[in-house]
């Protein structure tokens, strides 16, 4: 057994699978505030509170989604679509921050930039790890 578990810790997707596993997790943590708080987090951030409850939501989803992909024996097509939502996160929040009609507080601005540097940073780790596997 222990020579198995050896193998596949070995494997070249290990950091694809690690970034997938440490990115969903932390995803569905956040989602757990933004839908039990939204009503706070708009006071706080000036983000409405139906975006704040559909962050949570999908934060949520996100995670019962990417965690069990990244389990499967094949996690390459997992990892590209981890990478290509991470992307599309980067530029949301980025537009979200530059171009919104929401009266955002400096939390606001806060919450949205980080955001956007999370999902760039985690999107870019989880693109070394596909790009091993698939070279």
Do not use: K
Not at 61 to 88: D, E, K, Q, S
């Amino acid at each position: 057994m222990s020579s198995v578990t050896a193998t596949l810790t070995r494997t070249p997707s290990r950091l694809l699978r690690f970034a997938m596993r440490l990115d969903a997790g932390l995803v569905g943590l956040v989602g757990i505030p933004f839908v039990a708080l939204a009503g706070q987090l708009e006071a706080l951030t000036g983000v409405p509170r139906a975006w704040d409850l559909g962050f949570g939501i999908v934060f949520l989803v996100y995670c019962a989604v990417f965690y069990p992909l990244a389990g499967r024996a094949n996690v390459r097509p997992g990892g590209v679509a981890i990478v290509v939502a991470n992307a599309l996160f980067t530029v949301l929040f980025l537009g979200l921050a530059a171009a919104s009609g929401w009266p955002l507080t400096s939390w606001g601005y806060a919450l949205l930039i980080a955001g956007a540097g999370y999902t760039a940073v985690i999107g870019a780790v989880q693109y070394a790890g596909l790009r091993r596997i698939t070279v």
